[in-house]
């Protein structure tokens, strides 16, 4: 089993930045490949970042290309999401996930273990 646990959210001023981190336990970090989501109020949950076991294989959504950028430190077990730039409609809860399939993959089914989320919160 893989626990998740996210930390950094908060309240930004639109224009500023933020950065998540995720801190994973209870299985190799590098045979994860980690992904954040964003679920805002009324909508769906949507992909946002993952990268590869190595962080050689990077996706990312294009509403947040040029703005964010996810990283990870295998050594710290921990997976990060920096985000600048942020808009109003970056507002959301934002969720660490993880996987065990070989590649960065977008898709939320294939994500097997989750955090319990972080509010991002940008005021306009």
């Known amino acids: 089993q893989v626990q998740l646990v996210e930390s950094g959210g908060g309240l930004v001023q639109a224009g500023g930045s933020l950065r998540l981190s995720c801190a994973a336990s209870?299985?190799?970090?590098?045979?994860?490949?980690m992904g954040w989501f964003r679920q805002a109020p009324g909508k769906e949950r949507e992909f946002v970042a993952a990268i590869s076991r190595s962080g050689g294989n990077i996706n990312y959504a294009d509403s947040v290309k040029g703005r964010f950028t996810i990283s990870r430190d295998n050594a710290k077990n921990t997976v990060y999401l920096q985000m600048n730039s942020l808009k109003f409609e970056d507002t959301a809860v934002y969720y660490c996930?993880?996987?065990?399939?070989?590649?960065?993959?977008?898709?939320?089914?294939?994500?097997?273990?989750w955090g319990q989320g972080t509010q991002v919160t940008v005021s306009s």
């Open positions: 996930a993880a996987n065990t399939r070989p590649w960065a993959t977008m898709t939320l089914s294939h994500y097997d273990y």
């Open positions: 209870g299985r190799t970090f590098s045979s994860l490949v």
